[in-house]
Structure formats: C-alpha cells, structure tokens
C-alpha cells in the first residue's frame, strides 16, 4: 500500500500541486495569521543542523504533494527504484524496514544528514534548496521516516 505519513499518497488529488519555496511561505503567513516577512523569518530561524519537528495536517499532504511531484520521478512513487524513471545509476531504496533501521540506530545525526541531501543534492540529484522551504525540507526527512 502506497501508505506514507499516515496518507494514501493514491488519494491525493491530481490538481493539487506542491508549493513553491515563496506560496508556501505566503501559505504559513495565513496559517498563523502572521506577515509573509514573519513567516520567511519563521523559516530562515529553522534550524538546519538539528531535526525540526513541528507539524500539522497542511504540512504533512504538502511532503505527501512534494513526494509525488517532485521525488518520485527518480526514486519511485513507494520509494522503490526499480520503478522509476531515472536510468542510471539508481539511488537505492527509500523507506520500508532498512531504512527504518537506519532511523532507528543512526538517529538525529541520520535525519540531518538526510535533510542535507535534500538541501544540496548528491551525484545525479539536485538540491533543493532553492525550490523548497527549511520546513518543507524537513517534512521531507520525516516523510522519508515514516515511508
Ligand atoms: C533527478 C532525480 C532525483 C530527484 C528528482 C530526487 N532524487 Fe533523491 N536521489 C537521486 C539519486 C540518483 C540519489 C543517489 C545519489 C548518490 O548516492 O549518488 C538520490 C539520493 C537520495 C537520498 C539519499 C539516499 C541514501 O541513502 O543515500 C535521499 C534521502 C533522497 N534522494 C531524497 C529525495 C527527495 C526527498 C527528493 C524530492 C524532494 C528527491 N530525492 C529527488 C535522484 C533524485
């Protein structure tokens, strides 16, 4: 099942996108009620170098939307390489009980260096640093943990 962060990434709907680095800071701005120039200084605040944890509903279906639309071309819808577009060379499998494992034993130092993979990229995948938000980033490691 194609279950990840408690959400059936099959039921998300195909007009709903991810948003861009800027919409979702404009997006957190209305969520808490606060100016888009306190909601891009909430996010520069996140810390980069130690897990960031808060989440809600909003937060959880965007890394569900990210997933889907800006992941799962190389990395495969449920994590699984084999059915991804990428050619070579494949990264390997995300999610499922190894990297649990991984998660489990490599603890906050795994989810931050994760969280800079991401960032800055690694071989073949880009950065994204650019495109995304420090909270999506992070929603992104917690996805990840919980595939
Ligand atoms: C253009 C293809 C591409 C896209 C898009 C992409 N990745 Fe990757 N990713 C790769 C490749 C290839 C690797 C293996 C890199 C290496 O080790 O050389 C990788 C590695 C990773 C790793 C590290 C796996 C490990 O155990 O070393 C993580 C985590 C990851 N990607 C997450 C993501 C997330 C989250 C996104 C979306 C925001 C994403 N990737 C988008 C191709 C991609």
């Known amino acids: 099942m194609l279950s990840c962060a ?11 996108k991810p948003h861009s680095r800027q919409d ?3 997006l957190r701005a209305a969520h808490f009620g606060i100016l888009p120039s306190e909601a891009e200084k ?11 944890r808060e989440e809600d509903e909003e937060l959880k279906k965007e890394a569900a939307l990210i997933w889907r639309d800006m ?10 390489p084999s059915k991804s577009l990428l050619v070579e060379p ?14 489990f034993f490599g603890g906050d130092a795994m989810r931050t260096a994760i969280y800079k993979i991401i960032r800055d990229g ?9 495109k995304l938000s420090r909270e999506q980033m992070w929603a992104m490691v917690r996805y990840l943990e919980r595939m």
């Not at 992941?71 to 699984?80: E, P, Q, S, V, Y």
């Not at 494949?90 to 991984?102: D, N, V, W, Y």
């Open 90 to 103: 494949k990264p390997k499998k995300l999610g499922g009980f190894a990297m649990r494992m991984g998660f």
């Open 122 to 130: 690694k071989g073949r995948m880009p950065g994204f640093a650019q």
């Open 6 to 16: 408690g959400r059936n990434v099959k039921n998300l709907s195909p007009e709903e």
């Open 71 to 80: 992941c799962a071309l190389c990395h495969g819808i449920d994590g699984d």
């Open 42 to 52: 909430r996010d520069l605040l996140i810390r980069e170098d130690t897990p960031f």
């Open 24 to 26: 979702w800071i404009l």
